[in-house]
C-alpha cells in the first residue's frame, strides 16, 4: 500500500523549508524531493537529489545570506504554483546592497508529498544582470534599444 499525502498538507512543509532553508539544511533536500526530482531554472538543468543539493550548496557558496520569501500559492491537485523573492546579497561584486529576484515556481507532487518536477521561472536580464555593475549598464542601454 502506498502512502498518500494531502498536496495542501505537503505544500506547506515545502514552503516552511525554503523559507527557513539554511547552508546546513541543504543535506536535507531529499525529505522534500523525490530521489529522481527534476529541477531547471535559469542557469541549471539537473535530476537526482544529490544534483538538487549541489544548485543549493553552490547558491550558499556563491552568494550572502540568500533566502526565500513565498509571496503565493496555488495548489491544484498533484501541482503547485509559488510566487517568490529571492533576497540575497553578492559576494564581492554588489557590495553590501541587498538584492531581490522575483520569480515563480511550478511544482508537481508525487503521491507521498514530494517535489518530483520544479521548474522555477525568472527573467535574468531584469532581475540579475541588470544589476551587476558594468553589465547591468549594457542590459539597460540593450533594453532601452530594444523599446525604441
Avoid: C
Wanted: no cysteine; aromatic share 14%; glycine share 6%.
Amino acid at each position: 500500500m502506498t502512502d498518500t499525502r494531502d498536496p495542501h498538507t505537503a505544500l506547506a512543509d515545502i514552503v516552511l523549508f525554503f523559507e527557513q532553508l539554511q547552508a546546513s539544511d541543504v543535506g536535507r533536500l531529499g525529505q522534500f524531493y523525490a530521489a529522481d526530482a527534476y529541477f531547471k531554472d535559469p542557469f541549471n538543468e539537473v535530476r537526482g537529489v544529490p544534483a538538487i543539493e549541489a544548485v543549493f550548496s553552490h547558491m550558499f557558496l556563491a552568494l550572502h545570506e540568500p533566502r526565500f520569501v513565498i509571496t503565493n500559492q496555488v495548489v491544484q491537485d498533484e501541482q503547485a504554483f509559488l510566487s517568490w523573492d529571492f533576497v540575497f546579497r553578492f559576494k564581492g561584486l554588489g557590495g553590501p546592497q541587498v538584492q531581490t529576484v522575483r520569480g515563480v515556481s511550478h511544482l508537481r507532487l508525487d503521491a507521498q508529498g514530494r517535489i518530483a518536477w520544479h521548474r522555477d521561472y525568472w527573467d535574468v536580464a531584469e532581475e540579475l544582470y541588470e544589476k551587476l555593475p558594468g553589465l547591468g549598464a549594457l542590459m539597460r542601454w540593450l533594453k532601452r534599444r530594444a523599446r525604441s
